[in-house]
């Protein structure tokens, strides 16, 4: 048994609530938001598996990584769509709407 299981099982909320974020919207900047809940519930996770395994360096070096990357991504995500939406590429954000500007 694990020493302290609620970081588990509240990893795994953080997850499914992000996931759940990630489906109801359509919006791409909260869908963007609800997949970092969901990537944070995966880093505590990480963090919690390297802690019980025994080498927490390894668990917090690969979540420092991992957060580098991801928020270096995500700034190049909403850049080019700011960009996009400024220069009249893209006349909504919804993605219902940006499906039907792609096939027309």
Request: aromatic share 10%; glycine share 8%; charged share 15%.
């Amino acid at each position: 048994m694990t020493p302290y299981p609620f970081i588990f099982i509240g990893s795994i909320a953080v997850m499914v609530i992000g996931m759940f974020g990630l489906l109801r919207h359509r919006n791409p900047v909260k869908m963007l938001l609800s997949l970092e809940v969901s990537f944070n519930g995966v880093l505590l996770l990480l963090l919690y598996m390297g802690w019980v395994l025994g080498n927490p360096l390894a668990g917090s070096s690969m979540a420092l990584f991992a957060i580098g990357v991801s928020s270096s991504e995500l700034a190049l995500i909403v850049s080019i769509m700011m960009a996009m939406f400024k220069k009249g590429y893209l006349k909504t954000l919804d993605q219902e709407e940006l499906k039907e500007v792609e096939e027309s």
